[in-house]
């Protein structure tokens, strides 16, 4: 069956897909420096000495790690605001769990990476004189942030395409963009092989880059 390609009928709405793609580079962006801050947190609670702060820190990560992205907006646009009372934007709810999800990810990247730093590092700092702090920030976490870095890029590289199901939730991005042309020209084919495309521009260099990274990195080990 042959099938008559019209990308200029869906091209007209090259603004909507536009907007799409600016709203979707928002929440990427947005969720990974709020999850960077959240990771962070999460990694100093769980390396601290309390176990109560690591236990909870713990417990956050595997909620967030085991359930889907997809469940978890669910759950907070249509079930969280039954536990507080009161609505939640569906744009406020759609940054938050992005970052809760990215940060549960993010914590455990960071993690790995200052744990994987030999001990005797650490014991030699103490046995100059240096602070945990003075040690940690200066000895073990240049070290882990050069290890972590391809762990890191591959993970928000993975949240640039997680973005995609906040248009469950109503969410103007890319993907909710598609469908709303889909739906005034009636041409899935099109509207949704470009969306694909836009997200493959955005994307290649990325990988790309986080590959040279890599490679970069295991050249100077």
Not at 58 to 67: A, L, S
Not at 131 to 136: D, I, K, L, R, V
Not at 163 to 173: E, F, K, P, Q
Request: hydrophobic share 50%; net charge positive; glycine share 6%.
């Amino acid at each position: 069956m042959s099938y008559n390609w019209d990308f200029h009928s869906v091209w007209q709405y090259w603004d909507l897909f536009l907007w799409g793609l600016w709203i979707t580079v928002l929440y990427t962006f947005g969720s990974i420096f709020f999850g960077v801050l959240i990771g962070f947190l999460t990694c100093a609670a769980r390396l601290s000495g309390w176990k109560i702060l690591s236990g909870i820190a713990r417990v956050y990560q595997e909620i967030f790690r085991c359930t889907p992205l997809l469940v978890q907006l669910l759950w907070f646009y249509y079930a969280f605001p039954l536990l507080v009372g009161t609505s939640i934007d569906n744009r406020i709810a759609a940054m938050l769990t992005l970052s809760l999800y990215v940060g549960a990810f993010y914590a455990e990247i960071f993690r790995g990476g200052i744990v994987s730093i030999d001990k005797g590092q650490r014991e030699a700092a103490s046995a100059i004189g240096m602070s945990p702090w003075q040690s940690m920030s200066r000895i073990i976490l240049p070290q882990a942030m050069k290890r972590v870095l391809p762990s890191f890029i591959n993970q928000s590289v993975i949240q640039f395409k997680n973005t995609s199901l906040v248009s469950v939730i109503s969410v103007a991005d890319l993907a909710y963009m598609a469908a709303v042309v889909n739906g005034q020209t009636y041409r899935p084919l099109e509207s949704y092989t470009l969306m694909a495309g836009l997200y493959i521009a955005m994307l290649l260099p990325l990988t790309q880059a986080a590959d040279w990274i890599e490679r970069r990195l295991r050249v100077s080990d």
